[in-house]
């Protein structure tokens, strides 16, 4: 898992697949909204909310970290 910090561009992972599919860790900001993230990692909010067991409209908290799959975008 690779950390995504201050809306910079997501590093690559050390060991990741060959198949360019890799997950990187979001440290969720204040006022950001998972539609906001998901333009960012150019996925849908419905996967994020997916991969981190979440409902599509939760509020988020500052700190929270969500997971996103960069392999398996829209």
């Given at each position: 898992?690779v950390?995504?910090k201050?809306g910079?561009?997501?590093?690559?992972?050390?060991?990741?697949?060959?198949?360019?599919?890799?997950?990187?860790?979001?440290?969720?900001?204040s006022?950001?909204?998972?539609?906001?993230?998901a333009?960012?990692?150019?996925?849908?909010v419905?996967?994020?909310?997916?991969?981190n067991?979440?409902?599509?409209?939760?509020?988020l908290?500052p700190g929270?970290?969500l997971?996103?799959?960069?392999?398996?975008?829209?």
């Amino acid at each position: 898992v690779v950390s995504a910090k201050d809306g910079a561009a997501p590093r690559s992972a050390k060991g990741a697949k060959s198949s360019g599919a890799r997950t990187v860790q979001h440290t969720v900001r204040s006022g950001e909204t998972l539609y906001r993230i998901a333009k960012l990692y150019q996925v849908t909010v419905a996967q994020i909310a997916s991969w981190n067991g979440i409902a599509a409209n939760k509020t988020l908290r500052p700190g929270q970290k969500l997971n996103i799959n960069l392999g398996r975008r829209r």
